[in-house]
């Protein structure tokens, strides 16, 4: 990877799915640090510690599976988009579920990358940039 930004072919590194010790181990020997580190991440899977680290080491981070994952939980396990706390503050503030989680993951300094192929879903998920979430919606979030 290195090899092509000397070349000029790519202008940056990205990874995924790293964790701060093989983030430290890839500080050691790269010679180009990783703009960005690519991760799951949404409120049931904060990784603040990460986040930190990033940020003190100027890496990116983007967050993938924004709105929770469907894969590998059973019928039981919570989910976000019917998660009663962000249902609450998304009805506090007229928007929807899926809005309040992306305009979480955009107020901590990621980037949201959220999946969709619904044009009025995807239409939704640009529009989270005309309210912003109080200390309380964070509190409760977190």
């Known amino acids: 990877m290195e090899a092509l930004v000397d070349e000029g072919l790519v202008k940056s590194i990205g990874v995924a799915n790293q964790t701060v010790p093989k983030l430290k181990a890839i500080l050691e020997y790269a010679r180009i640090k990783p703009a960005v580190n690519q991760v ?3 409120p049931y899977l904060q990784q603040q510690r990460l986040v930190d680290w ?3 080491h100027d890496i990116h981070v983007t967050a993938y599976s924004c709105l929770g994952t469907s894969d590998f939980k059973s019928p039981e396990d919570p989910t976000l988009l019917v ?3 962000i249902g609450q503050i998304a009805a506090k503030h007229g928007k ?3 809005q309040v989680l992306l305009r979480w993951g955009v107020e901590r300094g990621t980037s949201v990358i959220p999946k969709s192929v619904n044009p009025g879903r995807i239409a939704e ?4 940039f005309g309210f912003a979430l109080d200390d309380d919606d964070r509190t409760r979030i977190a």
């Open 83 to 85: 998660d009663p706390v």
């Open 54 to 56: 990033c940020r003190q």
């Open 125 to 128: 998920n640009i529009d989270i």
């Open 96 to 98: 929807s579920a899926a």
């Open 40 to 42: 799951e991440m949404h």
